[in-house]
Each structure stands twice: as structure tokens, then as C-alpha cells.
């Protein structure tokens, strides 16, 4: 069991180097919009590469502001279903907390038997740029999709538990 861990884990943590960079181009080959340091005011419905979203709030956590997003459904190998968009004090995206499914992800886990074939793994992920670097963190994993207030209570104790 161990040995699957570590084979999903891998699989996945190439997977994410080929999709999910916060900027340059992800594996749709279109360029990556979260975060996006040039938008100010992040407070409108929109489309990216993970499909149609609404902007849904902006809410404060011990003074950083974040905006939120839902997605229609996910999109593609690399669906979204809530996005929560990280700002600086400056008003500058980042970095974000999100909620997917990824296909890949699904299918090894299917294949090495840890979710049966009509189960669907989800992912929330934190997405930030460190310097040069686009780096990715997993904070969990679920069987099923997380409903729009328990991701905005995960990204609320994140938050806290970071003193941003």
C-alpha cells in the first residue's frame, strides 16, 4: 500500500508540473490566469482554462483579502469547482486556493484500486509564487466534491494558521 501512495504521489506531483503552474502556460497549453498579478479588481464572472466561473464574494481573513469563485462544472482534465483568489496587502493576486478533480489523478487511483471505477477523486490545492518559482501543495484529498462554505472554512483556517 505504501508502494501506491508513493506511485500516486509521483504520478500526480508530475501531472501538476505539466498543468498547473500559476503562470506561463499550463498543459492546455493556454496561458495561466491564478493568480494574476495584474488585475485589481478581481470582482466579475469570467472564463479561463478551467472553464466558466462566478465570482461569488470577497471576504477578509486577519486582513488579507480574498475573493472567491465557483466554477459551472468542472472542464477538461484539470476541472475546478471553487477557486479562492489570495490578495496582497497591494491588492495583487498571490497566490490561490483551489478545489478540482484532476482525470489523472482519478484513473491511477482507480487502477491501483484505492477508489472504485464510478468514485471520483477531488483535491484541494494551494497554488503560489515564491520568487521564480510556481510551486503547488496538496492539503487534501476527498472522495467527492466539498460544498462552497466548507472550502471557504478550509481556506479561512489556512489563513489563520499561516498569520497571513
Known sequence: MAIKRCLLSLVCTIGLAACA??????ASGQQSTWPDPRVADAQEDGR?????????????????TVHAYAYDRLVGPYGRIH?????????????TISQGSYDFTTDVSRELGEIGQNQRLYHVDMYRVVGEL??????????GPISYDDM??????YLEKQGQ
Not at 134 to 143: A, K, Q, R
Not at 152 to 157: F, G, N, Q
Open 134 to 143: 510556481n510551486t503547488h501543495s496538496t492539503l487534501g484529498m476527498t472522495l
Open 48 to 64: 479561463d482554462q478551467f472553464g466558466t466561473y462566478d465570482y461569488v464574494e470577497t471576504f477578509e481573513v486577519d486582513g488579507t
Open 21 to 26: 503552474g500559476t503562470s506561463g502556460t499550463g
Open 152 to 157: 471557504k472554512r478550509i481556506v479561512t483556517e
Open 83 to 95: 477557486a479562492f483568489w489570495i490578495m496582497s496587502p497591494e491588492g495583487m493576486g498571490t497566490s
